[in-house]
């Protein structure tokens, strides 16, 4: 709070939360849309790769390593099917918010 309130007089939580999200640096990524994911993994995988080939690291602890760091990414969205959610009768689901 210190550190983003230094005048108490102007402050907000939109304020804190502004320079907050401004001290991330999120425009270096506003180039980059959904599709692009894959491309930034293998970007992130070859700097790794060569980090750890320069390290002494072994062709295997390599390959164990860009498993472990790779992260799925689904190509679609799975929509839930609401209207089976919502045809549970009140009080015979395994929560009930109305007791």
Partial sequence: ??????DRSKV???TIIGRYLAKMRLNQWNK???ADSQ???EVEANKREAVMKESGYSA???AEAQEKAKIDIPTEVAIPDLAAADSTPPGTGPYDPYP
Avoid: N, S
């Fill in 1 to 6: 709070m210190q550190t983003y309130a230094r």
């Fill in 12 to 14: 907000t939580g939109t």
């Fill in 32 to 34: 980059y849309k959904w």
């Fill in 39 to 41: 491309f930034l993994q």
């Fill in 60 to 62: 295997v602890e390599i």
